[in-house]
């Protein structure tokens, strides 16, 4: 069957060019007459292949020299307890801003480490807007602030950096890393989890300023060290070698489209086409406030939620796959990461003009 639009949060839909590349390098990559993904981490090809990846890495987001780029296992979920086992450096308490289900999951990993102060939140308003920055009570002798800048499953996004002064600021970027330009400057820590704009699941990217590594808790297991894996050049155990191939041939393919600026036009342009079609019509509705809305994620619920089952089915055999919302929240969720075309945006929203005319 032709290859369908696939709406999934993650893992989500790759380049499809760059599965042709993988495909054809599947057997023998580069005349070395085997696959990627049988040869040794510690051999001069997949060495190359790290190397490169993340050297990419560096060009795509202007990483700064005084950064570590790491690229470890574990998903987002791991670094939840590895950044405050490698960020507290002698201090109990961290600032966190909770503005979704994935903040929530951070707090609750983190106060088995620390005092965790919830400096803001936005669960009074079911996470559906961001608080304004004047209300946050941050502390000045927190060890860092961590934030979401964009929840997955309520689709709620920051447009705007927090300065939190000298406190270190550490951002989860899993749903919204190489969707447009960052400055890292800003940030003492951005972790994100490869399977929505990076590549397969299984690689989890680390962008670390230095000076806050090397002065970890006492029980952190050594793969949880960032001074440790940077010393390995996050070899310290046998790394997912193939998925980091794919997140590298991803990392040229960004940057075959132009990098950073253009994938950020491209994507605001697809979020404000989906957008204004659910605002515009009499059954789809946005419940996130329109100041904060994600362009990586666009939930949105049927004015009769028992359309819902029809709806799902009528998108499916039209192409247009994984639409349903997560199970917290219910509805629908397009996610539209870098890797979907703007015809498949397109495709969604002709589909859902044409069930909205059936069922008026």
């Known amino acids: 069957m032709s290859r369908v639009y696939n709406f999934s949060a993650g893992p989500a839909m790759l ?21 990627i993904m049988e040869m040794s981490h510690r051999g001069k090809e997949f060495v190359s292949v790290h190397a490169e990846a993340e050297r990419d890495v560096r060009d795509l987001l202007g990483v700064p020299e005084t950064y570590k780029v790491l690229f470890l296992q574990g998903g987002a979920t791991g670094q939840f307890a590895a950044i405050p086992m490698n960020l507290l450096r002698g201090k109990n308490k961290a600032d966190y801003i909770l503005t979704g289900s994935w903040g929530k999951k951070a707090i609750g990993e983190a106060k088995k480490y620390c005092e965790v102060n919830v400096a803001a939140s936005s669960e009074g308003e079911k996470f559906t807007t961001i608080p304004l920055f004047d209300h946050w009570t941050l502390n000045a002798d927190a060890a860092y602030v961590h934030y979401t800048p964009n929840e997955t499953i309520e689709g709620v996004e920051f447009h705007w950096i927090p300065e939190t002064g000298e406190v270190p600021l550490v951002g989860d970027m899993s749903s919204t890393i190489l969707s447009r330009p960052v400055d890292v400057s800003r940030f003492g820590l951005i972790y994100a989890g490869a399977q929505k704009n990076i590549g397969p699941a299984g690689v989890t990217l680390v962008i670390v300023r230095e000076d806050l590594i090397g002065n970890v808790l006492l029980m952190t297991p050594g793969v949880w060290d960032y001074a440790q894996q940077a010393k ?129």
């Open 15 to 35: 380049p499809e060019a760059v599965l042709q590349r993988a495909q054809a390098e599947l057997t023998d990559w580069h005349g070395a007459g085997g696959s």
């Open 232 to 360: 390995a050049d996050s070899m310290l155990n046998t790394p997912p070698t193939y998925n980091l191939y794919i997140a590298g041939l991803v990392f040229k393919w960004v940057k075959e489209q132009g990098g950073l600026s253009v994938m950020a036009e491209r994507n605001e342009r697809k979020a404000k086409k989906l957008y204004a079609a659910i605002d515009g019509s009499g059954l789809y509705r946005n419940p996130v406030d329109p100041s904060c809305r994600s362009w990586m994620n666009v939930p949105f619920v049927l004015a009769d939620p028992e359309l819902d089952g029809e709806f799902l089915a009528g998108a499916a055999q039209a192409g247009l796959t994984t639409l349903q919302g997560h199970r917290s929240v219910g509805g629908m969720r397009a996610s539209i990461y870098n890797a979907m075309p703007e015809s498949g945006v397109d495709a969604l929203i002709d589909y859902m003009a044409e069930f909205e005319k059936r069922k008026a």
